[in-house]
């Protein structure tokens, strides 16, 4: 799977961005889904604004942004609950993911 095809959720829960902050490869996209029992809006917010907003998000909805081959950092949040803020960290390299089991040994 190609960083272009790759998707990630982002999960609104208890008027928070779960995860609040998350590294990508360029070339990914986002999804948000509001699992909250209220509305909510996902605005880019910083240097990104203007990037992405989405309409208010009922329950169960959900918005999706693709992010192009730049680099740098997508501030967001949730003009309605200001406290409600997330980034999305775009990094190029060949992998984003970290090894942390190690295998298991033979006695």
């Known amino acids: 799977m190609t960083a272009s095809t790759k998707i990630t959720?982002?999960?609104?829960?208890n008027n928070t961005f779960v995860p609040a902050e998350l590294t990508v490869l360029p070339g990914t996209g986002i999804t948000w889904v509001n699992d909250d029992a209220v509305t909510h809006?996902?605005?880019?917010?910083?240097?990104?604004?203007?990037?992405?907003?989405?309409?208010?998000?009922?329950?169960?909805?959900?918005?999706?942004?693709t992010f192009g081959e730049a680099?740098?950092?997508?501030?967001?949040?949730?003009?309605?609950?200001?406290?409600?803020?997330?980034?999305?960290?775009?990094?190029?390299?060949e992998t984003l993911w970290v090894a942390t089991n190690t295998p298991a040994t033979s006695p």
């Open 9 to 13: 959720t982002i999960h609104i829960k």
């Open 41 to 65: 809006i996902v605005k880019a917010t910083g240097g990104a604004t203007g990037k992405f907003v989405s309409a208010e998000l009922i329950t169960g909805a959900r918005f999706g942004y």
């Open 71 to 93: 680099t740098g950092t997508y501030e967001f949040m949730d003009p309605k609950y200001p406290d409600m803020k997330g980034a999305i960290i775009i990094k190029k390299g």
